[in-house]
């Protein structure tokens, strides 16, 4: 993925989080789906911001 | 002129007062038009301004004329949700409601409307310069439009006038108590006397099952910032092909000295209507809204629980047709007006109250009735509501049954 594709792709991901945030409001207590759904995205975002860095020359720290 | 650093300051990082994502908003104008999640990814996509017209077809260079993305599918797809054959995307409901006057009648005619019709419904009359005729409403509580009174008020216009009026217009749910009218009724009306029939969809379309042809419409106007969970301003303008050469009439002006003329522009809208961000929510949310209306009675019911809820507050009773057919709903609270006499903040206490549990919408300062909207909440959160009024109540010594 290029730089441009990461960058969207966690905001897409972010965004899916907001939904589930609206959801909730303003107790957020998440269901079990919800629960799945945010590890998923968070990891989902994580992998891509690694991309990024190693993209940028950096390391994955 | 410069205009100071200091002052562009205020223009960087631009935030509500509060967030959808961490509190529940009632605001009766605001539930329809919550942004999906693909309307949310597709306006950074297509928010630079004209980022839509990427493909504009040259020799047709026409708004519902694109492709890519699919605009010319999406107005077609629109038409025929809405159950008409024709439809486009304008700035507002009230546009739409302009162009049909401005183009169904000539100046003088009249436009039979409801009484409860929203205040743009007139001036959008007076702009096209027509007269407003309206039929009346039944008194409290449940302030009913008396739609067979739409025969007399035609026969009314004719008497006055010798000639029928340009069109007759229903607010298809109103804004003041969320009633429900039944839009047959006047479709029925209207064709009898062969007057066209506006339909004001702007609380009911894209929220809930509308079907021009089984209602008897002509025209249909709604909101997408209202009702199809778009970005403003977005309103849609639908309509029967037996008024398509009325409507949208192309334009006919020629220069007098290039000659240039622009035969392919439809006259009313100016030419190209909606682009960026609004249009692009508008499609983005399209399936989403398919989808939901199809669980309208889900979201009734929750209201009714609501103001079943809330009606447990002896002296609070909601105000409009009973039980409620819609999510927009109108209490008369007199119990906390009564609190707020004798509270510190006066009527602001029930904002406090209710923004201290993160429930916001109800307009600050109100207590002797007020509107909310339910819309697309969950029932977690329509118990949330309920429970927070409860204890509202009984913190301040009122009778709960």
């Known amino acids: ?61 | 002129m410069r205009i100071p650093e200091e002052r562009l300051e205020r223009y960087r990082g631009l935030k509500r007062e509060f967030s959808e994502e961490d509190h529940i908003n009632l605001q009766p104008i605001q539930r329809g038009g919550v942004l999906s999640e693909e309307a949310m990814r597709a306006i950074l996509e297509f928010g630079d301004g004209y980022s839509v017209c990427d493909w504009c077809p040259p020799k047709s260079a026409r708004l519902d004329a694109i492709e890519t993305p699919p605009v010319s599918q999406f107005y077609t797809d629109l038409a025929e949700f809405l159950g008409m054959d024709i439809a486009r995307v304008v700035t507002r409901c009230r546009e739409a409601k302009f162009i049909a006057f401005r183009m169904l009648g000539t100046p003088g005619d009249y436009v039979v409307v409801d009484g409860l019709a929203h205040y743009s419904s007139y001036i959008a009359a007076e702009l096209a310069g027509l007269r407003v005729k309206e039929v009346p409403v039944g008194g409290s509580p449940e302030f009913r439009v008396d739609l067979d009174a739409y025969a007399s008020k035609i026969d009314e216009v004719k008497r006055e006038t010798g000639r029928l009026p340009a069109a007759v217009l229903l607010t298809h749910v109103d804004y003041q108590y969320g009633n429900v009218n039944d839009a047959r009724t006047v479709g029925k009306i209207a064709d009898e006397y062969g007057v066209p029939f506006v339909l004001n969809c702007a609380y009911s379309a894209g929220v809930m099952p509308v079907d021009g042809k089984e209602l008897g419409a002509d025209v249909i106007t709604g909101s997408g910032h209202k009702s199809w969970a778009a970005s403003a301003p977005t309103g849609i303008l639908a309509l029967n092909k037996s008024l398509e050469e009325k409507v949208l009439r192309r334009a006919s002006v020629q220069g007098d000295l290039t000659k240039r003329a622009f035969a392919a522009k439809e006259l009313a809208l100016l030419g190209c209507t909606v682009m960026g961000a609004p249009l692009i929510t508008l499609m983005a949310s399209f399936p989403e809204v398919v989808r939901r209306v199809e669980r309208w009675s889900e979201e009734v019911e929750k209201t009714r629980h609501l103001v079943r809820e809330l009606e447990r507050i002896e002296g609070i009773r909601q105000l409009g047709v009973k039980p409620k057919s819609h999510t927009l709903t109108h209490v008369e609270t007199e119990p906390f007006f009564e609190v707020s006499q004798r509270h510190k903040r006066k009527g602001y206490f029930l904002y406090d109250e209710l923004r201290s549990r993160k429930i916001v919408g109800i307009q600050p300062g109100l207590t002797k009735h007020f509107k909310f909207n339910t819309y697309g909440l969950t029932w977690e959160q329509i118990r949330y509501v309920a429970d927070s009024f409860i204890e509202i109540a009984e913190k301040y010594g009122l009778n709960v049954h």
Do not use: W, Y
């Open chain 1, 1 to 61: 993925m290029d730089l441009s594709d990461c960058i969207d792709g966690i905001i897409g991901e972010m965004i899916a989080l907001k939904q589930t945030l609206r959801k909730t409001a303003p107790e957020h207590r998440l269901s079990e789906d919800d629960l799945k759904r945010f590890r998923e995205s968070v990891n989902k975002a994580e992998e891509m911001l690694k991309s990024i860095k190693k993209e940028l020359g950096e390391g994955s720290t």
